[in-house]
């Protein structure tokens, strides 16, 4: 491997100057740039990883920006970073996972020293730090999640309104007349996660809209025993359920239902909304409308390099249309069909 010495000879010009050219520390003329790079190009010299950063004014790392909490799904967190990560670098860039809950030092840091030449924000919350901090930098940021406050912000993320108002309306349209939603633990909704409380909402005002019984319940636990149980006490008559939970509260519903002697789709039907997870290896394969952490992550990054090229980046917030995967856990009930049997 070729030494700086011997690209300095090549070029006709001292060490110091082959290393100004490379870092960009000090200005030098364009032809002696010039030179030395192609000295440095021909002999097939590899400066510092610093000092190439420096000369092309880029470091060619992406920030991501997902803490972890208490209450992270693990599976769902590192489904968007890697997918972050693919996605950047099929772009030429690596990524750097900030992960520390204190999300805003870590921001700071990678803007500041210009370790990074863009941020992607995940995990976020309706009422999220990171939004007053990202109006500040210097450094183009985009969130894959909705905030309340959007002003002066770049967002993608799953349309979960929409995804919520189709769940109902495919139960009530197939003769369903009372639907409970099995939603995310109560210490995700109080931390303020932006999608899960944009579907609990969503799926309220399309049930009053459509004029259909239904109730919420939140697990208490890792499994659907404690919220089946509620949402028999809540709607007697329940014949349709809507998942927009963790997975493991998901892949229990059919055993759950099994112990009071109820099948899917024959007692109830059953679709996961907004959801990180297949569940095609369910004992039951549940109708599903994923949250494609791939098709999230590949638009926010597409948006984030082109920032970062040059090519300008106004506010708007990018909802992704909800698809809908028919597994076969919905079926019509026709008028009179009889009474769902209970074992207490």
């Given amino acids: 491997m070729a030494t700086i010495a011997e690209v300095a000879q090549a070029a006709g010009v ?14 030098i003329r364009t032809d002696t740039r010039d030179r030395v790079l192609a000295a440095a190009q021909e002999l097939g010299y590899l400066p510092h990883a610093s000092a190439r950063m420096l000369a092309a004014h880029r470091s060619h790392i992406i920030a991501v920006s997902e803490p972890v909490h208490a209450d992270t799904d693990d599976a769902a967190h590192m489904a968007f970073a890697m997918e972050s990560t693919k ?3 099929t772009h030429g860039y690596d990524t750097l996972l900030l992960v520390d809950d204190d999300a805003l030092d870590g921001m700071r840091r990678s803007a500041a020293t210009q370790l990074a030449d863009g941020i992607v924000v995940l995990d976020v919350d309706e009422d999220d730090a990171r939004v007053a901090l990202a109006r500040s930098l210097d450094c183009p940021t985009v969130f894959v999640g909705i905030p309340a406050d959007t002003e002066g912000l770049v967002c993608v993320d799953l349309d979960f309104e929409e995804a919520a108002r189709a769940a109902v309306d495919r139960l009530v349209q ?6 409970g939603l099995i939603s995310h633990r109560v210490e995700t ?3 303020g996660s932006n999608f899960t409380r944009r579907f609990l909402r969503a799926f309220v005002a399309q049930c009053e809209r459509r004029h259909v ?9 890792h499994t659907a025993q404690g919220s089946v149980n509620r949402l028999f006490d809540a709607l007697p008559g329940l014949d349709g359920i809507v998942l927009n939970t963790t997975a493991d509260v998901a892949s229990s ?10 099948s899917i789709p024959r007692d109830i039907s059953v679709i ?5 997870f297949s569940t095609a290896r369910f004992a039951v394969p549940f109708d599903t409308m994923p949250l494609d952490a791939r098709a999230s992550c590949t638009a926010a990054v597409d948006l984030l390099v082109q920032a970062i090229d ?27 069909y009889p009474p769902l049997r209970r074992v207490s």
Avoid: F, W
């Fill in 174 to 179: 197939s003769g369903h007349r009372e639907i």
């Fill in 253 to 262: 519903l059919s055993a759950t239902l099994t112990a009071r002697g109820l």
């Fill in 189 to 191: 909704l109080d931390r």
């Fill in 14 to 27: 001292s060490i110091s100057t082959v290393s100004y050219a490379l870092s960009g520390k000090r200005s």
């Fill in 310 to 336: 040059g090519g300008g980046l106004d506010p708007r917030i990018v909802l992704l249309p909800p698809t809908y995967i028919d597994q076969g856990s919905v079926v019509t009930r026709t008028p009179g």
């Fill in 87 to 89: 996605v950047a670098r």
């Fill in 213 to 221: 019984r239904h109730a919420v319940v939140h697990p208490n636990g």
């Fill in 272 to 276: 996961a909304a907004g959801v990180s």
